[in-house]
């Protein structure tokens, strides 16, 4: 049961500096996937709003550009501090809309705090550059070039449901402290958490104009906000089909992508499989499995697969299944739906010879951890995304096999190798068509400063502190002739 500090949260969106209702009166109820009760309700904003939101923020950015670095600086570090205080709160709505245990929730909304202040201060080290023409064949020393970096425009920012406060202001903090305005289109499970950061960066002196919400369901206004042609960049996050789908409709506008994920972890028999299990089974089961970046199959060697199998089923058994506010490891998945395809592969996957080695138990939409082993390329877990807590175990006869297995899939975020030779770690990371490989290490987005980036159908473009305000600026130069 939810507890009695818990109410129906009926948030309006910002739309030119006002909180308000949307013009037709239409509203989205919001569930918790923990038990079901009504938690809130939020504005389902209309084809016109949508396009009121774009020329909001369009006017708005025209004076933000031209606003002191310092001064874009301190209404970060103001909003950083209102997070911090009403940690407890937006953490507690987190809990309650997308089912991550309470710890977990507040220690998002601290992580971002500390993502928006190093956002600010790396913008201030992003400085231009003087280019003189005699270091070029031909070039004459009378002629330099002075670059500088500029504001795109209105950014789109579109978050997932998963980490619906990190991820949105690892949009928007880079946008604003670049020069853009936003259109924030929050995941309609999420969006309450959303909502209630905007309004902590409202108190700490958000321009009129300068971010506005719009909440809606993504197939009704969807493709009103990609194809707005007020929109100049648009960073979202989200499955890989949705996302090049967007891609195809936004045309020539610039995209950030962060998709999905088929992240392996590849055992070599000489690893240290305590080390392994430990760092495998919190890859794959924080947060149920509902990360892009979790690791979502295991390759391994024959001689070591009973052992680390052995070692991967102990601590998955340790972790505590329930519900969000009782701090449990393994909470509901975000809904029925979810659940039924993370169902779907485990049966799948039995009815092609795979083992059952802890788990396969379901409750609604809460599913125990499970841990497959023998499974077969044949089944559809070896290679489709669950979001979901189901960890299947494929087993290889040579490191060259697990390469090309991992290489086949579609997804190319992040890898793991485990393995005490760095020569054979470093010789299979290079070979791993991915964004990110981790030694000896969990799959894992952070730390914030790192890039971050996906190849194949996990994304395009490059996220991080440093890499998000670059991606949310461009370069323009200005040549002088002596």
Same mark, same amino acid.
């Given at each position: =049961?939810? /507890?009695?500090?818990?109410?129906?949260?009926?948030?309006?969106?910002?739309?030119?500096?006002?909180?308000?209702?949307?013009?037709?009166? $239409?509203?989205? /109820?919001?569930?918790?996937?923990?038990?079901?009760?009504?938690?809130?309700?939020?504005? +389902?904003?209309?084809?016109?709003?949508?396009?009121?939101?774009?020329?909001?923020?369009?006017?708005?950015? !025209?004076?933000?550009?031209?606003?002191?670095?310092?001064?874009?600086?301190?209404?970060?570090?103001?909003?950083?501090?209102?997070?911090?205080?009403?940690?407890?709160?937006?953490?507690?709505?987190?809990?309650?809309?997308?089912?991550?245990?309470?710890?977990?929730?507040?220690?998002?909304?601290?992580?971002?705090?500390?993502?928006?202040?190093?956002?600010?201060?790396?913008?201030?080290?992003?400085?231009?550059?003087?280019?003189?023409?005699?270091?070029?064949?031909?070039?004459?020393? $009378?002629?330099?070039?002075?670059?500088?970096? *500029?504001?795109?425009?209105?950014?789109? #920012?579109?978050?997932?449901?998963?980490?619906? *406060?990190?991820?949105?202001?690892? !949009?928007?903090?880079? +946008?604003?402290? =670049?020069?853009?305005?936003?259109?924030?289109?929050?995941?309609?499970?999420?969006?309450?958490?959303?909502?209630?950061?905007?309004?902590?960066?409202?108190?700490?002196?958000?321009? @009129?104009?300068?971010?506005?919400?719009?909440?809606?369901?993504?197939? @009704?206004?969807?493709?009103?906000?990609?194809?707005?042609?007020?929109? $100049?960049?648009?960073?979202?996050?989200?499955?890989?089909?949705?996302?090049?789908?967007?891609?195809?409709?936004?045309?020539?506008?610039? =995209?950030?992508?962060?998709?999905?994920? !088929?992240?392996?972890?590849?055992?070599?028999?000489?690893?240290?499989?305590?080390?392994?299990? %430990?760092?495998?089974?919190?890859?794959?089961?924080?947060?149920?499995?509902?990360?892009?970046? #979790?690791?979502?199959?295991?390759?391994?060697?024959?001689? &070591?697969?009973?052992?680390?199998?052995?070692?991967?089923?102990?601590? +998955?058994?340790?972790?505590?299944?329930?519900?969000?506010?009782?701090?449990?490891?393994?909470?509901?998945?975000?809904?029925? !739906?979810?659940?039924?395809?993370?169902?779907?592969?485990?049966?799948?996957?039995?009815? %092609?010879?795979?083992?059952?080695? &802890?788990?396969?138990?379901?409750?609604?939409?809460?599913?125990?951890?499970?841990?497959?082993?023998?499974?077969?390329?044949?089944?559809?877990? #070896?290679?489709? @995304?669950?979001?979901?807590?189901?960890?299947? =175990?494929?087993?290889?006869?040579?490191?060259?096999?697990?390469?090309?297995?991992?290489?086949?899939?579609?997804?190319?975020?992040?890898?793991?190798?485990?393995?005490?030779?760095?020569?054979?770690?470093?010789?299979?990371?290079?070979?791993?068509? *991915?964004?990110?490989?981790?030694?000896?290490?969990?799959?894992?987005?952070?730390?914030?400063?790192?890039?971050?980036?996906?190849?194949?159908?996990?994304?395009?473009?490059?996220?991080?502190?440093?890499?998000?305000?670059?991606?949310?600026?461009?370069?323009?130069?200005?040549?002088?002739?002596?």
């Amino acid at each position: =049961m939810l /507890t009695n500090s818990v109410k129906a949260e009926q948030k309006n969106i910002l739309l030119n500096g006002e909180w308000k209702e949307s013009e037709n009166g $239409n509203r989205i /109820t919001l569930n918790s996937p923990s038990n079901g009760e009504v938690i809130g309700s939020v504005p +389902a904003l209309s084809e016109k709003e949508v396009n009121k939101a774009v020329e909001t923020a369009s006017a708005a950015q !025209k004076e933000w550009k031209n606003t002191a670095l310092h001064e874009r600086k301190q209404l970060l570090y103001r909003w950083a501090d209102n997070l911090v205080e009403n940690k407890e709160k937006i953490g507690h709505m987190i809990m309650q809309e997308v089912a991550k245990k309470k710890s977990s929730a507040i220690d998002e909304v601290v992580r971002t705090a500390d993502l928006i202040r190093h956002t600010a201060e790396e913008a201030c080290r992003i400085t231009g550059d003087l280019l003189t023409g005699d270091s070029y064949n031909g070039g004459s020393p $009378n002629k330099i070039a002075q670059v500088n970096r *500029v504001p795109l425009g209105v950014v789109l #920012a579109i978050a997932p449901f998963n980490y619906p *406060v990190n991820l949105s202001a690892s !949009k928007i903090a880079p +946008a604003l402290m =670049m020069g853009n305005s936003v259109v924030f289109k929050p995941a309609t499970q999420g969006s309450l958490s959303g909502i209630m950061m905007i309004e902590e960066l409202d108190k700490a002196g958000l321009p @009129e104009g300068l971010v506005n919400i719009a909440t809606g369901r993504g197939s @009704e206004i969807g493709d009103a906000l990609v194809t707005n042609p007020g929109i $100049n960049q648009i960073s979202f996050t989200g499955g890989s089909e949705t996302g090049m789908n967007l891609a195809k409709k936004a045309s020539m506008v610039p =995209m950030v992508l962060e998709l999905g994920g !088929k992240d392996p972890a590849i055992v070599l028999e000489d690893a240290d499989l305590d080390k392994a299990a %430990k760092e495998i089974v919190a890859g794959a089961f924080s947060y149920s499995g509902q990360r892009c970046t #979790a690791i979502k199959r295991v390759l391994v060697k024959e001689d &070591t697969a009973d052992e680390l199998v052995a070692k991967i089923k102990e601590k +998955a058994e340790e972790l505590k299944v329930g519900q969000p506010e009782e701090n449990a490891d393994i909470t509901p998945l975000i809904n029925e !739906k979810s659940a039924d395809y993370v169902q779907g592969l485990i049966d799948d996957a039995i009815d %092609k010879g795979a083992e059952v080695i &802890t788990g396969d138990d379901r409750n609604g939409s809460l599913l125990a951890p499970t841990l497959l082993d023998k499974v077969t390329t044949e089944s559809r877990v #070896a290679w489709e @995304e669950p979001f979901g807590p189901v960890l299947p =175990m494929i087993r290889v006869k040579s490191e060259e096999e697990a390469v090309q297995i991992a290489n086949e899939s579609e997804y190319g975020l992040q890898a793991s190798v485990f393995t005490q030779d760095i020569d054979a770690a470093n010789r299979i990371a290079d070979q791993l068509e *991915v964004g990110s490989v981790q030694l000896n290490g969990k799959t894992s987005r952070g730390p914030d400063h790192f890039p971050f980036l996906g190849v194949k159908q996990s994304g395009q473009g490059v996220q991080g502190v440093r890499y998000s305000l670059l991606s949310l600026s461009r370069e323009k130069v200005k040549v002088f002739n002596g």
